[in-house]
């Protein structure tokens, strides 16, 4: 898919198709939408985007935006000075609209917004007019597109992203000797915050479907699953909706893993399951076989077994900051830290907690979605190529052994890099510019001197 020189220009032509142009021309009209952001993730999971007047939107659907590369990893500037991904010579990529992705902000119906795609300018001659590696949204839709023709399957997703907020109003009413989790007063306290997440996501789309209280700040409030890159894509969505709550109401929220010591860190379970599309009945969930007690199919557990051999390779994609390791460590707080799964146990990575769907558990709340879904992909279609069986709950196979599960940000970047599977599986420019990024934040951390650092040695 990335050698393909004519993807920027085969998609210009499908946008310029005369009833494109007319849909899209009629939505903006009826909608009264004036403003456009034309928007793509990051690498780090942030979202970039220019501001368009409305009317402009057919020379968008030809031209798109133009970014200098270094948006795609979030111009992060390494410890030598210099911006990962390109310095200031590195030329531009071009984002390409998909007008089927056109919403209309439900905070502000003058403002609209379109995902784009990202390609090198066609300009450049060799390597000129393909997809950037480094918009992950389109790589793991591609990817996906992949698998399914390849399995005649489709993967469909559920995340549980959990966030702290903070601010007047939503101070926890808890006594020390007892959990906050669950509590109605609690829920009482956040009353203005889920009223507005839960209906700014339904007005774009989403089958919102239950909420709750689950530490100090901390809730979760979930959406009905999908195919996976359109959960992804409402994972990108949902944080903007959050950002804008707290605008509104003076508060703030975050998606960061491990704010607290000795309270909950912020998770997003990964709900999947395969399902078979080829057919000409309807799709049908093949990790699911009618049994009523706790079970997992023969294809799930091949599934689980390529998703645990490929944990410990892939847990710089699920647990990406420094931080997201701290959850880990704070013993009792439910966080698992292994690659092993169960029924219906909270303490494993992978989890059966109901028929019909694998609980992924490891990927904080700070996750880039289309990369955790990009490698939970590979490792289960690795999983199910080779038939790897995960053994029995609570006894790893040796088949599914992928070696020590990295508990801090450095031993993760050298898991990565011994995953030779996940390796071949990723595209070059990706890898190399993911792990610089990775190495960068790693090294600057590990020059930092902390708090607790001079608590324990400045009398020494
Ligand atoms: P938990 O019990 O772990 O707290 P939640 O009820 O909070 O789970 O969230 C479960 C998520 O899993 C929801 O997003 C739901 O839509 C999703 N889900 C349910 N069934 C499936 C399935 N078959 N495949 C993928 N996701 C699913
Ligand atoms: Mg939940
Ligand atoms: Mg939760
Ligand atoms: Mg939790
Ligand atoms: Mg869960």
Known sequence: ILADDTAFSRHQEANLRPEIVQA???????????????????LGSRTVAKVVPAELYERMLKKGIAFHRTALTDLQTSREGELIGGGVDAHEFWGLPEPETFQVLPWDSEVGRIFCTAYDPPHL?????????????????????????????????????????????????????????????????????????????QALDFTMIQGDYE?????????????????????????????????????????MAKPYNGK??????HNLSLWRVSGDGPAENVIEDGRVELHATQTARHA????????????????????????????GQFAPSGADWGLDTRGVAIRISANGRMEYRLPDASVNPYLSHLYLLAAIEHGLEAQIDPGDPGRLSE????????????MAIESFEADEYLMGAMPEELTRIFLQLKRDEWARYCGIITQWEFDQYWEA
């Not at 909950?264 to 379970?269: D, F, L, S």
Request: aromatic share 8%.
């Open 264 to 269: 909950m860190g912020n998770g997003c379970h």
């Open 399 to 410: 088949a599914a052994q992928g070696g020590a599960v990295p508990n801090t940000l450095g």
């Open 125 to 201: 001659g060799e390597g000129g007019g393909r997809l950037v590696a480094l918009d992950t949204r389109a790589l793991f839709k591609a990817a996906h597109r992949g698998f399914t023709e390849r399995t005649g399957l489709e993967l469909r997703s559920g995340l549980e992203p959990e966030m702290t907020w903070i601010g007047p109003g939503i101070e926890p009413i808890s006594k020390q000797d007892q959990t906050p989790a669950y509590q109605v007063e609690n829920l009482e306290k956040m009353r203005p915050v889920y009223k507005k997440v839960i209906s700014y996501g």
């Open 304 to 331: 689980i077994g390529g998703m645990l051999l490929h944990t410990p390779g892939s847990m710089l994609v699920m647990a990406s900051t420094v931080n997201s390791y701290k959850r880990y460590w704070d013993a």
């Open 215 to 255: 530490d100090d700040g901390q809730i979760e409030l979930n959406w009905d699953y999908d195919r996976a890159d359109l959960t992804a894509e409402r994972m990108t969505t949902y944080r903007q909706i959050c950002k804008q709550v707290a605008r509104e109401l003076g508060l703030e929220a975050s998606f």
């Open 24 to 42: 899209l021309g009629d939505r903006i009209r009826e909608t009264g939408v004036k403003y456009i952001y034309y928007m793509l993730p990051t």
